[in-house]
């Protein structure tokens, strides 16, 4: 199983991305999330981005710590944008209706934002 590494790396308009990659599950949602929360309460920019192109799966406790994460964005007056969500994934948000509270755009419609 794959754990989740976090890279953050200036992409246009110098905005700081957050990186997942592999699983998001049971076993790590918790460093998952605690990674999630570290960039967000270390950003200045009001938009906080997680890219997610590098995710393969997401469970419901993957969903939870994202949840968690926008609730902690939003407490601090940020936005919170997920972008390169895969179709698979995109119907996990769907399915748990989570595409309509998470800021899930494309990835020039996120740079936009």
Known sequence: MKTILMRSSKIMFDRKVYTPEGIINETNQSNFQEQLIKFINN???QDIFV???Q???VDSSGLVALVNA???AKNQNKNFYLFNVSPSIKMIFE???LDKVLGIREYTDALAA
């Open 95 to 97: 399915i748990s209706q």
């Open 55 to 57: 995710v393969e799966f």
């Open 43 to 45: 950003t200045n920019h």
């Open 51 to 53: 890219d997610f192109q």
């Open 70 to 72: 926008y609730n902690e």
